[in-house]
């Protein structure tokens, strides 16, 4: 199962990307985390139902210095990836 998250707030420049890898790679997703020009996150990530119920958990709050506002989720299809980057 994948799903993409795009996350608002004070997400970045506090570590968001670098944290949400650092969480997804200890529960056993792989994906992406990206910085969008309009200052949001951008999450892609796959695997079991319960990681990502996990991770989408942790994405409403994020890093210590970061301020989520808004997190905004949706399926999508499945990429080949095999790890946990950031871009």
Not at 15 to 43: I, Y
Not at 60 to 70: L, S, T, W, Y
Request: proline share 2%.
């Amino acid at each position: 199962m994948c799903r993409r998250y795009e996350i608002e707030g004070r997400v970045q420049g506090v570590f968001f990307r670098a944290s949400t890898a650092r969480f997804a790679q200890s529960r056993g997703l792989r994906g992406t985390a990206v910085n969008l020009p309009d200052g949001r996150v951008r999450v892609d990530a796959c695997g079991g139902t319960d990681e990502l119920a996990a991770l989408e958990l942790w994405l409403h709050h994020g890093p210590q210095m970061a301020r989520v506002d808004r997190v905004v989720a949706s399926d999508r299809e499945c990429v080949a990836s095999t790890d946990f980057s950031t871009a």
